[in-house]
């Protein structure tokens, strides 16, 4: 059993800074421009649980289950993306389930003897116990649930002026209805 743990400090957010009601001197040329800087972050938590079966009578097993958890405020973790903030003034909003929060994973590895050869089931004497004996078939598996599904909706005029061209997601207000239309 493991519980590993990854945080990441001073990652690449990036934000396009314009003028508004509450501080109209932002951008007084009302210039699109992006403004990149080290304030994100990312963490990552995990426990891991392992399970062998030994090889007898010529199958062997093995599995690892991983229950994981990994959220971030970073358009990208790596700075490869040009996803920008949402709103500007309110960086810390951005925080959410990463791009690559993969909750349960469940892989392992698994052998099979073949029954040939001396002192096995089959063919167990002559040439062909000869060429056959020894061979195993073995292989890996792993099986995971997907990365979060997150709504999104087209920006409108009004966002790609202010340089935040592409998607947009949905605000949760509270009290309000998730099922009302509009």
Do not use: M
Not at 104 to 117: A, N, R
């Amino acid at each position: 059993c493991a519980l590993p743990i990854s945080k990441g400090n001073h990652l690449d957010i990036s934000s396009a800074p314009r003028s508004s009601a509450s501080s109209p001197n932002t951008d007084p040329t009302n210039l699109i421009f992006n403004y990149e800087q080290a304030a994100a972050y990312s963490k990552f938590e995990a426990g891991t649980l392992r399970l062998n079966k030994r090889l007898t009578g010529g199958i062997s097993l093995g599995a690892n289950y991983q229950y994981s958890h990994s959220i971030d405020d970073a358009g990208s973790v790596g700075g490869t993306s040009t996803v920008v903030a949402q709103n500007w003034q309110d960086l810390p909003a951005e925080e959410g389930n990463s791009s690559f929060d993969v909750r349960h994973k469940v892989s392992g590895t698994y052998l099979y003897e073949l029954p040939f050869g001396k002192d096995k089931h089959w063919v167990t004497s002559g040439t062909g116990a000869h060429i056959l004996e020894g061979f195993s078939i073995s292989g890996t598996y792993s099986i995971a649930t997907g990365t979060p599904l997150t709504p999104s909706y087209q920006a409108a005029v009004a966002d790609v002026a202010r340089g935040t061209a592409g998607t947009l997601r949905p605000d949760r207000v509270p009290g309000a209805s998730i099922a009302a239309s509009g």
